[in-house]
């Protein structure tokens, strides 16, 4: 008897059919003697008829029965009809998982707990020696309820069809379904097949091992590992295919889920999960992980994150915190930690629809990862220095750096433009506005370009050998410029008779014979003058880069870590693109290998900029604004080109010739004392009320943090000091005032994680002091540059954070918990310059700690210049310093800084690290406390 509507069997009436297929039908009815509904499953007829099978059914429907696990469908008995057995079982009320996946991949922390259930089901079965063999989403159901169940244990197991693989034979395998995937139906499905299945062979418990893994797979990315147009292609391709990542169809997905998924649908059984159990227990390893001992792991990497995340931590914590964002996006320490290696950006493309990757610049041969499809906005970007990369069907390859930090904006747009509409060597930068990033320059106004094409690389000497062949150094239209030699002006194309090589010939200094060394080509050519690049370039219908055109793409405020890729240290030239130097928009070795002329003339006669440096100068000359005669061709000076695609109209400013400050510290006098104590006289002020008032007392993870307001020494202002308090302990607490970098001139609201270098003085037990300095935060106004300037406007600003320390001090000086004689100075890169001056002012101070100091070559007004203070700062003073750091260099700023200082020999210390304007976390922690611990006394238990 077949069932039907209203058909009563015992005390069951069958209502609808809720799903049917190759294995039977499933009928939804009520159990009238529970008063419940229920679902009941009858066999098709040609099992139903074979005794077997009919056994079989009956043993596994009683093992079943016995399992009693929430998560998989509950048998409440085996019945008998006149046409045989069917199963009265659970109604669940819901969806299959099916029906969830429609939309596409699911949120890999869904993901994880679906597959955690799903397999603490099939242990369950498989510890009782039951395996299911057709796991698959539609046997699988999310119920309204909230949990899941796992349908059709056990049932899929017969039925003997010749395998489309097994070459004619009649080998065991699953009944084939008409279609991929039949909703409802209690078929095998292909799609879901493990190999062995496939082909024939028995099924264990690491099938099912293997048909999870499929359906891991199609929740995590969203597609399907094997894919074809009929069942042949499907199951050969299951026999056949290694899936690509699901974590590069998906960057959602975390890596380690992804290997997790893989290693199920390894071909050999051997090579997986051994059981649901197994494969259940790496699961909840990988959930907890994330809960727990990464989240750990990422609050260490946290603590050693350098200044401006220069080093690699940042981008260890992101990768870190990448990860347990998939699996635990709520957890509290990551979105507390996040915001020390993480800032969000927006990533734009034109055309949209480019697929952007990261990649931390230190590591250029390390994979890439995928950060999404334009535009992205406010995606979550790793701090410190990356490479990003565009890729569209139809476009080229676009490359950049992007130093992500504070003060650096959040929006980057980038063109993308089709094969051939620019030359192949050469990289499209687009038009904006900026400044130089060069010591002893980088006081002047930034300026505007329109966007302009640069060289990939330097011209090689292939390249230039084509400009003699075409007579390059015969043609008097290209050699425009007047030359002075010796005396005597000469134009250009006389001067270009005397650019010969070593034998006589026209062309560079080191070339003989007319032409270069056998295998040279791809080197760039040397010993050309500025002259020789300047006709090449007009040969060639380009110009020499500016210099502003050269530094926007230098990006040689990101020194440290370019030299660290770029060819340096006396080994010799090296071929183009050899390097894994690259500068912005995909320009490469702009750093080392050899100087490039600049088309800028200095204020002496005869110079033109020659930049970047070459293979046998030292590192640091990446940042100079250094300049030669445009008649010198030693053997390192090479150079590039720009074409101007878009009309410039501030060509006059670009070409202008450019003045190059320089201070010998060492060589200048400072005022006498008696002058001196003129100038002192400007800081002083009268004593005053200092009408403090607490403003707020929050708890932070260091101690405590109070906001106090009191009155400033001036204008009739009021001054803001931020204090951080240790843990409850032994008062009063040493102190330590702080002077800040310039990022507090360009942000008009504190953050905690601005004291971030100085948190471990808390957590040692010391208070930290950060005055909001007239100019930063919410006070700030017309104050635009931490720049010194020979102008009123910088003198009183100077007089002001004078006054301001003075009064911090005269509050703390106020407070019972504070111990004001045991006061320390600590100035942070800005706040480090200011260090030669503001301890010569506020004699109170004990010791200093100047983090990433030195002098600025641009000058002040006297009663405020440096030079003048730095011998009368005599405290201890502690020195740290990045070796090539782009604001301070370290020959001719910080060396003449620590020289000067007034301190005695053995009470000063430098000390140099490698990198850029930051040194270690871990040597910033060990040297200051050190040092503190000697001038103040240890911090008492």
């Known amino acids: 008897m077949r069932f039907e509507p209203g058909l009563m069997l015992e005390r069951y009436r069958v209502i609808d059919k809720l799903g049917a297929g190759g294995m039977g039908e499933v009928w939804r009815a009520e159990d009238t003697r529970l008063g419940r509904s229920v679902a009941l499953k009858q066999l098709p007829v040609a099992l139903a008829s074979d005794p ?59 993901a994880l707990e679906l597959a955690i259930t799903i397999a603490h089901a099939l242990a369950a079965a498989h510890g009782r020696g039951i395996v299911h063999r057709d796991v698959k989403p539609d046997n699988i159901m999310l119920g309204d309820d909230g949990r899941l169940r796992v349908l059709d244990f056990g049932l899929a197991t017969s039925g003997v069809v010749p395998s489309p693989l097994a070459k004619g034979s009649l080998a065991p395998t699953l009944a084939l379904a008409d279609d991929l995937t039949q909703p409802g139906s209690i078929v095998g499905t292909v799609v879901y097949m493990s190999p062995e299945q496939a082909q024939g062979r028995p099924a264990d418990a690491r099938s099912d091992v293997f048909s999870l893994g499929i359906v891991m797979y199609e929740l995590a990315s969203g597609h399907r590992p094997f894919a074809g147009s009929d069942q042949v ?74 200044g401006l995340e220069e080093g690699p931590e940042a981008w260890q914590a992101f990768q870190l915190g990448r990860e347990i ?66 890729e569209r069907e139809g476009h080229r390859v676009v490359q950049d750096l992007i130093w992500n930090m504070e003060f650096i904006g959040t929006d980057f747009l980038y063109p993308m433009s089709p094969p051939g509409q620019w030359p192949d060597d050469m990289e499209w930068v687009p038009a904006g506005r900026f400044e130089l990033f060069m010591p002893g320059l980088d006081h002047l106004e930034a300026e505007p370009m329109a966007g302009f094409l640069m060289d990939r690389d330097p011209v090689t000497n292939r390249d230039y050998k084509r400009f003699i062949e075409a007579g390059g150094y015969r043609n008097s239209e290209l050699w425009r410029e007047t030359v002075t030699v010796e005396g005597r002006a000469l134009t250009g194309l006389e001067a270009s008779a005397r650019f010969v090589d070593a034998t006589g010939q026209p ?6 014979g007319g032409t270069f060394a056998h295998g040279d080509e791809d080197l760039p050519v040397t010993g050309v003058s500025w002259y020789e690049a300047a006709a090449y370039a007009a040969w060639a219908n380009k110009t020499l880069p500016t210099i502003f055109h050269w530094n926007r793409v230098a990006f ?125 006289r400007q800081f002083r002020y009268d004593p005053s009320p200092l009408a403090s008032k607490l403003e707020s007392d929050e708890p932070t993870i260091l101690g405590r943090m109070q906001t106090v307001s009191l009155a400033a020494a001036y204008g009739g ?35 905690p994680q ?188």
């Open 233 to 306: 292609s499907i199951l050969a391709s299951i026999l056949r295919d290694t899936p690509p990542a699901c974590d590069r169809l998906n960057p959602v997905v975390p890596a380690r889920l992804s290997a997790i998924i893989h290693r199920c649908l390894e071909k050999d059984p051997e090579h997986r999960y051994d059981t649901a159990a197994e494969l259940h227990l790496e699961l909840v390893r990988l959930r907890d992980w994330a809960r727990g001992e990464a989240s750990a792991e990422l609050a260490r990497i946290v603590d050693r994150i350098q």
């Open 556 to 680: 040689t405020c990101a020194s440290a870590q370019i030299i660290a890729q770029a060819n340096f240290g006396g080994r010799g030239l090296v071929r183009v693109g050899t390097t894994h130097s690259m500068n912005r928009f995909g320009v490469r070795d702009l750093a080392g290998n050899v100087r490039e002329w600049a088309s800028n003339a200095t204020e002496r006669e005869g110079n033109r900029f020659l930049l970047g440096g070459g293979w046998n100068d030292p590192e640091y000359s990446f940042n100079d604004a250094w300049a030669q005669a445009a008649l010198d061709r030693s053997p390192t000076n090479g150079f590039r080109c720009i074409r101007h695609v878009e009309p410039e109209t501030n060509m006059s400013k670009l070409t202008r010739a450019i003045d190059l400050p320089f201070r010998d510290f060492l060589a200048e006098t400072p005022v006498p004392d008696s002058v001196f104590e003129f100038f002192l």
């Open 52 to 110: 077997l099978w009919l056994e079989r059914f009956r043993r596994e429907a009683r093992t079943l029965a016995s399992l009693n696990h929430p998560n998989i469908v509950t048998i409440h008995a085996v019945e008998e009809s006149g046409d045989g057995p069917f199963l009265a079982m659970e109604l669940v009320q819901g969806r299959t998982l099916s029906h969830e996946m429609s939309a596409g991949a699911l949120a890999p922390a869904r």
């Open 754 to 941: 601005d004291i971030r270098r100085a948190d471990f003085l808390v957590r040692g037990g010391r208070a930290v002091i950060l005055p909001v300095y007239k100019g930063t935060y919410h006070r700030g106004g017309d104050l635009h540059s931490d720049y010194p300037s020979e102008s009123t406007q910088y003198r009183d600003y100077m007089i002001m954070w004078a006054r301001d320390l003075g009064r911090a001090i005269d509050y703390l000086e106020t407070r019972d918990d504070i111990d004001a004689s045991r006061l320390a100075y600590y100035g942070l890169s800005w706040g480090g310059y200011m260090g030669a001056t503001m301890p010569a002012i506020e004699r109170r101070i004990r010791a200093n700690v100047l983090y990433v100091a030195g002098l600025t070559f641009q000058r002040a007004l006297p009663e405020v210049d440096p030079i003048n203070f730095i011998t009368r700062v005599t405290q201890p003073t502690l020195m740290l310093n990045g070796e090539l750091d782009f604001f301070f260099p370290a020959e001719t700023s910080q060396k003449p800084m620590f020289e000067l200082l007034g301190t005695p020999p053995g009470h000063k210390r430098r000390i140099s690290y490698p990198g850029g304007h930051s040194v270690p976390r871990v040597e910033m922690i060990k040297q200051t406390l050190a040092w503190l611990d000697r001038y103040l006394g240890p911090v008492a238990p």
């Open 325 to 390: 964002a998939k699996l635990a996006p709520d957890d509290p320490q990551l979105e507390r930690l996040q915001t020390y290696f993480a800032r969000a950006i927006g990533v734009a493309s034109e055309p949209p629809g480019a697929r952007v990757s990261v990649q931390y610049y230190g590591a250029p041969e390390s994979e890439w990862t995928a950060m999404g499809v334009t535009p992205l906005d406010r995606v979550p970007w790793p701090k410190g220095f990356t490479r990003i990369r565009l």
């Open 507 to 512: 062309g560079p200094a080191g070339w003989e």
């Open 717 to 751: 202002e009021r001054l803001t000091l931020y204090v951080f308090l240790p843990e409850p302990g032994h008062a009063p607490h040493q102190a330590v005032v702080m002077f800040p970098g310039s990022n507090a001139i360009h942000t008009r609201v504190f953050n």
